[in-house]
């Protein structure tokens, strides 16, 4: 059998609801050599039953069910699996525009340069509604380098990635959950060249219950980690997060790094990127964003903090971080007078 030209991975972990959708937006496609790997995730819902049926409909999906592992493993799982040399990702709630892949196979073979391929995107909410968002993302390789710093240039589910190159920097690691597409960009782009398409060519489920509202905190926790160890490559140095299954406490992190200051680095990365999410302000990223304050954060900074902290139904937190920060310009004031 001819291998195909392409791999389509797609994780899937309880969408039933929206997971018909996902994989008859795959299966439309006007590019058609392709084979559908659909790691089932232990899903409790009818989402196994629904990749079957449509297994015997289409003999490009070859279906995996396993006990739950979590996205990192299935991820890593379908990488170690792929027949062809271009892996597509795809998330089981999203849907791909019909020409997405004819598009992406075509630039990457006019580019050979080019590693990673993303897609702009459209986002929808639950209820499959037009969202007001869009993900027009960087098209130049070199800003996307640049942006980097920034946070993850290109959206995840969009992109088809090399194989060889994605399994030479070992794929997913493991620590960085939640974010682990942030990482792999980062040292993607140590070895090859990142870029996206103008077009909006998927549409991206928003809903309450995504990663990014509900594990906001570890999200920023390890996107800031996993800079400070694009850092050391770098600098070429060892990467001491390398082979780690988790990730340390902050405070543990200069011990890891040997190099003073990057528990401050990252709990000032973390405590900016938490500020506008609701679930880690009224979880544990509060008591982060006071140590940050105690430590030296520019109060007339975080004035807008308290407000917002009364918006997201927190009104004692808000009066906490504002008594906090008093404090904190008193203190400043009483410093340089004393100067």
Known sequence: MIDPRLTVTMSVFNDAAYLSLAIESILTQTFEDFEFLIVNDGSTDDSGMIIDRFAKQDR???????????????????IAQARAPLIGRMDG???ALPTRFDQQVAYLDAHPEIGVLGTGADTIDERGRPGLRRFDNVTD?????????????????????RRDVVRSVGGYHAAFLHCEDYDLWLRLSEVTR??????RLILYRQSASQVSNRHA?????????????????????????????????????????RRPGTSDNVREKTARGILYSPTAMRGEGFALLLEQVKGGARPEK??????????????????RLAWALLR?????SKNQLAI
């Open 60 to 78: 490009r999906i070859r279906a995996i069910h396993q006990a739950n592992h979590g996205l990192i493993y299935s991820l890593n799982l379908m």
């Open 141 to 161: 390789p070199d800003a996307v380098v640049a942006d980097l710093k920034n946070g993850p240039p290109l959206c995840h589910p969009s992109v088809v990635m």
């Open 217 to 257: 905190l570890t999200q920023q926790i390890g996107a800031a980690v996993a800079w400070e160890a694009h850092v050391e490559r770098i600098a070429k140095r060892p990467d001491p997060t390398d082979n780690l299954n988790v990730l340390p406490p902050i405070h543990e992190l200069d011990a890891l790094f």
């Open 328 to 332: 904190r310009q008193r203190s400043s």
């Open 194 to 199: 990142l870029t996206s398409l103008p077009e």
């Open 302 to 319: 975080m004035w807008r903090t308290v407000a917002r902290l009364t918006t997201f139904g927190a009104p004692i937190r808000a009066f």
């Open 93 to 95: 709630d999203d849907i």
